[in-house]
């Protein structure tokens, strides 16, 4: 075999797990694009918030906590408001227990973010454990360290056969073919296809579609110092990003995986409600784009080895979350592929195991 390790997937998932694997044995890792991180990983929100998701996520996420601090320039402090119009207040108190929130007068939100309507804005609540992740220098990172310790990677390479072997795999990826022993499924949203390839039960990934528009500072202010603002129930958000405004409809349309686009409409709806919460409207957008949240079809991620297929593991489904967990769900990994302890506990482990789609 050519390789101990091979990875398909140049994203977070698969560069947080081989910056750690190729200290183990002989690594490659497989993206079928030019670049790394050109899909969701390429497309995110950057946001840390370990508070925010489903139970397992939350725990993933509170884990990575002491990775990311230790990681110099990785984070920037950004806080997170939530605000609520008329007839919200529902939406609005789940918000506020989910990400532990302290609630504050219109006055104090609008003295925050002076854009806010104070005729619209009925509640608004806010915290400040909320940071903005470098997510390019992270990929970056990652693929240097993998680099350096003797791994390879190939671009441009789109896996097409994926072949059992004893004791391991072919794979014909471009116009080339390589063998491993352990092939790690790091694909998003083709994560299924990925499975489907190597005869392996595929799990049932949805790809769900989430646009985002940048827009022009409201006013000419300066926005750096704003919280990221979501309307309650999370209908749009909106964050500051290098000078101006990133604003999304909080959309989850389920698509094909694809090399995924705004859809006009869907952005405009969303635009429009996060219009009605300001004083600011928006005339110009700078630039739009999509990007695919994949999740399992219980919303956590999957990571572990396959039960029928021992040499198949699975790193997916990290739905809207894949960065703010990356380093815990990749040491996770790390630990699961190298027979090591984990620091997580065993129902969480299992939760996130694929035995659970048996
Ligand atoms: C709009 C948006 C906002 C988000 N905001 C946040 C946020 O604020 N915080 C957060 O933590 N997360 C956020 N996320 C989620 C996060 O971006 C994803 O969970 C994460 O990027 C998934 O990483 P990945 O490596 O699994 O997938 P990807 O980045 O999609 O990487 C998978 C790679 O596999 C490659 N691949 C697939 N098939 C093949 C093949 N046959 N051959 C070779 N290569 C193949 C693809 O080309 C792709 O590059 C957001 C996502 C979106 C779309």
């Not at 349309?253 to 635009?271: K, R, T």
């Not at 029928?308 to 967990?325: D, I, K, S």
Request: some cysteine.
């Amino acid at each position: 075999m050519d390789f101990d390790y091979i990875i398909i997937g140049g994203g977070i998932a698969g560069l947080s797990l081989g910056a750690k694997l190729a200290g183990a044995g002989s690594l490659l890792l497989i993206e079928r694009e030019t670049n790394l991180g050109y899909h969701a990983s390429g497309r995110s929100a950057a946001l840390y918030e370990p508070n925010y998701g489903p139970p397992e996520i939350v725990a993933l996420s509170s884990e990575s906590s002491d990775a990311f601090h230790a990681m110099a320039g990785i984070l920037t402090p950004r806080g997170v408001m939530s605000v609520a119009g008329e007839g919200q207040d529902a939406l609005f108190g789940q918000d506020v227990d989910a990400m532990d929130m302290q609630e504050i007068s219109i006055d104090e939100a609008c003295h925050i973010v002076p854009i806010l309507n104070p005729k619209a804005v009925w509640r608004a609540a806010r915290a400040d454990h909320a940071w903005d992740i470098d997510t390019d220098l992270l990929l970056q990172g990652h693929a240097a360290t993998l680099r350096a310790l003797g791994g390879q990677v190939v671009t441009k390479a789109n896996v097409t056969a994926i072949t059992p072997q004893l004791g391991g795999w072919t794979i014909q990826a471009g116009d080339q073919t390589y063998s491993g022993k352990m092939l790690i499924n790091a694909a998003g949203a083709w994560a299924d296809q990925i499975a489907t390839l190597a005869g392996v039960n595929p799990i049932g990934i949805q790809p769900l579609r989430r646009s985002m528009a940048r827009i022009p500072a409201p006013g000419n202010h300066d926005v750096s110092g704003w919280p990221m603002m979501f309307g309650a129930g999370e209908t749009w958000y909106a964050k500051p990003d290098a000078g101006a405004l990133i604003v999304s409809p909080a959309d989850a349309d389920l698509v094909e995986p694809q090399d995924a686009w705004a859809d006009d409409m869907v952005l405009a709806e969303g635009i429009a409600r996060y219009e009605a919460m300001v004083t600011s409207p928006v005339t110009q957008l700078l630039a739009n784009w999509a990007g695919l949240r994949s999740f399992t079809p219980d919303h956590v991620p999957v990571i572990g080895h396959d039960l029928m297929q021992p040499n198949f593991f699975w790193l997916a489904g990290q739905g809207g979350y894949g960065f703010q967990t990356s380093p815990a769900a990749s040491e996770l990994a790390f630990n699961l592929l190298t027979w090591q302890p984990s620091n997580l506990s065993r129902p969480l482990i299992m939760k996130l195991s694929p035995l659970r789609f048996l």
